[in-house]
Protein backbone atom coordinates (compact mmCIF):
# COMPACT_ATOMS: atom_id res chain seq x y z
CA UNK A 1 0.00 0.00 0.00
CA UNK A 2 2.84 2.31 -0.69
CA UNK A 3 0.58 3.94 -3.14
CA UNK A 4 -0.93 5.65 -0.25
CA UNK A 5 1.52 7.53 1.21
CA UNK A 6 3.15 8.39 -2.28
CA UNK A 7 -0.14 10.03 -3.33
CA UNK A 8 -0.36 12.05 0.21
CA UNK A 9 2.97 13.69 -0.28
CA UNK A 10 2.16 14.37 -3.98
CA UNK A 11 -1.10 15.99 -3.02
CA UNK A 12 0.81 17.80 0.03
CA UNK A 13 3.17 19.12 -2.22
CA UNK A 14 0.47 20.24 -4.03
CA UNK A 15 -1.23 21.65 -1.68
CA UNK A 16 1.55 23.94 -0.48
CA UNK A 17 2.34 25.09 -4.25
CA UNK A 18 -1.41 26.15 -4.70
CA UNK A 19 -1.38 27.62 -0.98
CA UNK A 20 1.26 29.88 -0.97
CA UNK A 21 1.92 31.39 2.49
CA UNK A 22 -1.44 30.24 3.74
CA UNK A 23 -1.10 27.40 5.94
CA UNK A 24 -5.29 27.10 7.22
CA UNK A 25 -5.79 24.56 4.85
CA UNK A 26 -7.04 20.94 6.45
CA UNK A 27 -6.52 17.93 4.50
CA UNK A 28 -9.28 15.89 4.62
CA UNK A 29 -8.84 12.48 3.17
CA UNK A 30 -12.18 10.98 2.03
CA UNK A 31 -12.13 7.07 2.95
CA UNK A 32 -15.36 6.14 2.25
CA UNK A 33 -15.73 2.41 0.57
CA UNK A 34 -12.42 1.61 1.23
CA UNK A 35 -11.19 -0.35 4.27
CA UNK A 36 -9.39 0.22 7.48
CA UNK A 37 -6.08 -1.06 6.26
CA UNK A 38 -6.03 2.14 3.81
CA UNK A 39 -7.03 4.43 6.89
CA UNK A 40 -3.77 2.83 9.09
CA UNK A 41 -1.81 3.74 6.14
CA UNK A 42 -2.67 7.11 5.85
CA UNK A 43 -2.35 7.58 9.60
CA UNK A 44 1.11 6.31 9.58
CA UNK A 45 1.89 8.51 7.21
CA UNK A 46 1.14 11.75 9.58
CA UNK A 47 -3.27 12.30 8.46
CA UNK A 48 -5.85 12.84 11.12
CA UNK A 49 -8.76 13.28 9.30
CA UNK A 50 -10.98 11.25 7.26
CA UNK A 51 -14.52 11.42 6.37
CA UNK A 52 -17.05 9.23 5.16
CA UNK A 53 -20.64 9.56 3.43
CA UNK A 54 -22.49 6.97 5.58
CA UNK A 55 -23.31 6.39 9.39
CA UNK A 56 -22.71 2.65 9.34
CA UNK A 57 -19.82 2.71 7.57
CA UNK A 58 -18.60 5.70 10.13
CA UNK A 59 -19.52 4.06 13.09
CA UNK A 60 -18.13 0.66 12.23
CA UNK A 61 -14.68 2.64 11.10
CA UNK A 62 -14.96 4.48 14.48
CA UNK A 63 -15.16 1.66 16.68
CA UNK A 64 -12.49 -0.54 15.05
CA UNK A 65 -9.78 2.81 15.08
CA UNK A 66 -11.09 3.68 18.43
CA UNK A 67 -6.87 3.55 19.76
CA UNK A 68 -6.33 5.84 17.22
CA UNK A 69 -6.19 10.03 17.47
CA UNK A 70 -8.87 10.16 14.23
CA UNK A 71 -10.81 12.99 13.43
CA UNK A 72 -13.94 12.27 11.83
CA UNK A 73 -16.21 13.97 9.78
CA UNK A 74 -19.25 13.46 8.01
CA UNK A 75 -20.04 14.16 4.41
CA UNK A 76 -22.48 12.50 2.91
CA UNK A 77 -26.83 12.54 2.73
CA UNK A 78 -28.54 12.60 6.58
CA UNK A 79 -31.23 10.40 7.24
CA UNK A 80 -32.43 11.69 10.34
CA UNK A 81 -33.01 8.58 12.12
CA UNK A 82 -29.39 7.83 11.86
CA UNK A 83 -28.11 11.23 13.56
CA UNK A 84 -28.02 8.98 16.15
CA UNK A 85 -24.48 7.15 15.12
CA UNK A 86 -23.40 10.22 13.57
CA UNK A 87 -23.15 12.50 16.66
CA UNK A 88 -21.29 10.45 18.94
CA UNK A 89 -18.10 10.05 16.62
CA UNK A 90 -18.06 13.07 13.98
CA UNK A 91 -16.12 15.89 15.41
CA UNK A 92 -17.56 17.43 12.24
CA UNK A 93 -20.93 17.03 9.75
CA UNK A 94 -20.21 18.83 6.60
CA UNK A 95 -23.47 18.37 5.33
CA UNK A 96 -26.30 19.51 6.82
CA UNK A 97 -29.12 21.88 5.06
CA UNK A 98 -32.47 20.97 6.61
CA UNK A 99 -33.98 22.48 9.77
CA UNK A 100 -35.19 18.66 11.36
CA UNK A 101 -31.82 17.43 10.93
CA UNK A 102 -30.52 20.63 13.00
CA UNK A 103 -33.14 20.05 15.04
CA UNK A 104 -32.43 16.41 15.47
CA UNK A 105 -28.52 17.11 15.53
CA UNK A 106 -29.02 19.16 19.06
CA UNK A 107 -31.11 16.45 20.62
CA UNK A 108 -28.78 13.78 20.14
CA UNK A 109 -25.38 16.06 20.87
CA UNK A 110 -27.33 17.14 23.89
CA UNK A 111 -27.38 13.47 25.08
CA UNK A 112 -23.98 13.40 24.34
CA UNK A 113 -22.95 16.38 26.34
CA UNK A 114 -21.44 18.01 23.14
CA UNK A 115 -21.41 21.12 21.21
CA UNK A 116 -21.41 19.78 17.54
CA UNK A 117 -19.68 21.57 15.01
CA UNK A 118 -21.78 21.36 11.66
CA UNK A 119 -21.84 22.81 8.25
CA UNK A 120 -24.31 23.97 5.91
CA UNK A 121 -24.81 22.27 2.73
CA UNK A 122 -25.14 24.51 -0.32
CA UNK A 123 -26.34 23.85 -3.52
CA UNK A 124 -24.47 27.25 -5.65
CA UNK A 125 -25.05 25.07 -9.29
CA UNK A 126 -28.63 24.75 -8.45
CA UNK A 127 -28.26 20.52 -9.86
CA UNK A 128 -31.11 19.14 -9.44
CA UNK A 129 -28.89 15.69 -8.26
CA UNK A 130 -27.40 18.08 -5.27
CA UNK A 131 -28.21 18.34 -1.87
CA UNK A 132 -28.43 21.83 -0.08
CA UNK A 133 -30.02 24.84 0.07
CA UNK A 134 -29.90 27.82 -2.42
CA UNK A 135 -28.38 31.00 -1.44
CA UNK A 136 -31.45 32.51 -0.86
CA UNK A 137 -32.41 30.13 2.06
CA UNK A 138 -28.99 30.58 4.10
CA UNK A 139 -29.97 33.80 5.90
CA UNK A 140 -32.96 32.14 7.87
CA UNK A 141 -30.68 28.66 8.08
CA UNK A 142 -28.26 30.99 10.14
CA UNK A 143 -30.94 32.54 11.92
CA UNK A 144 -33.07 29.04 12.98
CA UNK A 145 -29.56 27.41 14.02
CA UNK A 146 -28.72 29.96 16.99
CA UNK A 147 -31.06 28.99 18.87
CA UNK A 148 -29.55 25.23 19.12
CA UNK A 149 -27.24 25.30 22.07
CA UNK A 150 -25.66 22.04 20.78
CA UNK A 151 -25.40 22.99 17.58
CA UNK A 152 -22.53 25.27 16.43
CA UNK A 153 -22.39 26.32 12.68
CA UNK A 154 -18.60 26.81 11.46
CA UNK A 155 -18.98 26.91 8.08
CA UNK A 156 -20.11 26.75 4.37
CA UNK A 157 -19.94 23.59 2.18
CA UNK A 158 -20.72 22.99 -1.23
CA UNK A 159 -19.60 20.20 -4.16
CA UNK A 160 -18.89 21.98 -8.11
CA UNK A 161 -21.40 21.21 -10.56
CA UNK A 162 -19.80 18.14 -13.50
CA UNK A 163 -17.87 19.91 -15.66
CA UNK A 164 -14.64 20.29 -17.50
CA UNK A 165 -15.52 24.13 -17.55
CA UNK A 166 -12.74 25.60 -14.59
CA UNK A 167 -14.09 28.92 -14.87
CA UNK A 168 -17.64 27.34 -13.78
CA UNK A 169 -16.04 25.70 -10.62
CA UNK A 170 -14.05 28.62 -9.79
CA UNK A 171 -17.51 31.08 -9.86
CA UNK A 172 -18.96 28.57 -7.13
CA UNK A 173 -15.90 28.35 -5.26
CA UNK A 174 -16.22 31.93 -5.18
CA UNK A 175 -19.38 32.38 -4.53
CA UNK A 176 -19.56 30.50 -1.38
CA UNK A 177 -16.41 32.17 -0.27
CA UNK A 178 -18.03 35.83 -0.76
CA UNK A 179 -21.50 34.08 1.26
CA UNK A 180 -18.98 33.20 3.58
CA UNK A 181 -17.50 36.70 4.03
CA UNK A 182 -20.75 38.65 4.17
CA UNK A 183 -22.06 36.27 7.01
CA UNK A 184 -19.41 35.89 8.74
CA UNK A 185 -19.86 39.52 10.40
CA UNK A 186 -23.50 38.13 12.10
CA UNK A 187 -21.80 35.14 13.01
CA UNK A 188 -18.22 34.79 13.76
CA UNK A 189 -17.68 30.95 13.75
CA UNK A 190 -18.20 30.92 10.46
CA UNK A 191 -14.84 30.04 9.62
CA UNK A 192 -14.73 27.04 7.36
CA UNK A 193 -15.10 26.50 3.06
CA UNK A 194 -15.13 23.14 2.95
CA UNK A 195 -14.96 22.30 -0.72
CA UNK A 196 -12.94 20.85 -3.48
CA UNK A 197 -12.40 17.23 -4.07
CA UNK A 198 -9.76 15.18 -5.87
CA UNK A 199 -10.38 16.85 -9.33
CA UNK A 200 -10.66 20.68 -8.16
CA UNK A 201 -9.02 21.02 -5.07
CA UNK A 202 -6.20 23.34 -6.96
CA UNK A 203 -9.32 25.80 -7.82
CA UNK A 204 -11.06 25.13 -4.49
CA UNK A 205 -7.56 26.32 -2.94
CA UNK A 206 -6.86 29.66 -4.82
CA UNK A 207 -10.76 30.17 -4.11
CA UNK A 208 -10.28 30.26 -0.57
CA UNK A 209 -11.03 26.54 0.47
CA UNK A 210 -10.08 25.46 4.30
CA UNK A 211 -11.32 22.03 3.90
CA UNK A 212 -10.12 19.77 1.36
CA UNK A 213 -12.13 16.81 0.89
CA UNK A 214 -9.96 14.08 -1.07
CA UNK A 215 -10.66 10.79 -1.45
CA UNK A 216 -9.78 8.91 -5.37
CA UNK A 217 -6.46 11.15 -5.87
CA UNK A 218 -4.96 8.82 -1.99
CA UNK A 219 -6.38 6.30 -2.24
CA UNK A 220 -7.36 4.96 -6.10
CA UNK A 221 -10.81 4.24 -7.51
CA UNK A 222 -13.78 3.68 -5.35
CA UNK A 223 -15.70 0.05 -6.10
CA UNK A 224 -18.61 0.68 -5.37
CA UNK A 225 -19.90 -2.84 -6.08
CA UNK A 226 -18.08 -4.74 -3.55
CA UNK A 227 -19.57 -3.46 -0.45
CA UNK A 228 -19.04 -0.04 1.43
C1 LIG B 1 -16.74 11.10 -2.23
C2 LIG B 1 -16.76 12.52 -1.83
C3 LIG B 1 -15.60 13.31 -1.89
C4 LIG B 1 -14.27 12.81 -2.43
O1 LIG B 1 -14.33 12.69 -3.82
P1 LIG B 1 -13.01 12.32 -4.69
O2 LIG B 1 -13.38 12.73 -6.06
O3 LIG B 1 -12.82 10.86 -4.54
O4 LIG B 1 -11.88 13.07 -4.15
C5 LIG B 1 -15.69 14.61 -1.42
N1 LIG B 1 -16.85 15.13 -0.95
C6 LIG B 1 -17.98 14.40 -0.89
C7 LIG B 1 -19.21 15.03 -0.35
C8 LIG B 1 -17.98 13.08 -1.33
O5 LIG B 1 -19.12 12.37 -1.27
Known amino acids: MDFIKKNLSEIQNKIKLYASNRNDILLIAVSKT?????IKE????????????????????????SDLDINWHFIGRIQTNKIKYIVPVAKYIHSVYREKEIEEIDKVAKKYNKIQKILIELNVSGEE???GITENELKDLLEFSKQF?????VGLMT??????????IRNVFLKLKSLRDEYIK??????????GMSNDYHIAIEAGSTMLRIGSSIFGNRNYSTGG
Open 42 to 65: AYDFGIRDFAENKAQELRYKAQEL
Open 34 to 38: FPIEY
Open 129 to 131: SKG
Open 149 to 153: ENVQV
Open 186 to 195: YYPNLKELSM
Open 159 to 168: MAPYTDNEEI
